[in-house]
């Protein structure tokens, strides 16, 4: 069994509002050293496959046609064998 685990970000050229909005949240509580805030989603998924490349083929194709949108989303994954 395989853990992945999925950071997905805006691109750097994407607004964020949700981050403008944690950001101004952050220095209203006091945190005025932020100067950026940019959000993003994680996901973990569990694999029963025995595959390292297979795992790692098959959350690229649910990177690209689910959890990330390839034209304002960038992701990455780690994925690391569990032992059960």
């Not at 509002?17 to 973990?44: H, M």
């Not at 496959?49 to 994954?77: G, H, S």
């Amino acid at each position: 069994m395989y853990l992945a685990r999925v950071y997905v970000t805006l691109k750097p050229t994407v607004n964020d509002p949700q981050g403008l909005t944690i950001k101004g949240a952050l220095c209203n509580l006091g945190f005025t050293s932020v100067e950026d805030v940019r959000a993003g989603k994680y996901f973990e998924l569990h694999l029963a496959e025995t595959d390292f490349a297979k795992v790692e083929q098959q959350v690229t194709e649910m990177c690209c046609k689910l959890l990330a949108n390839p034209v304002i989303e960038n992701y990455r994954f780690e994925i690391e064998e569990v032992k059960v």
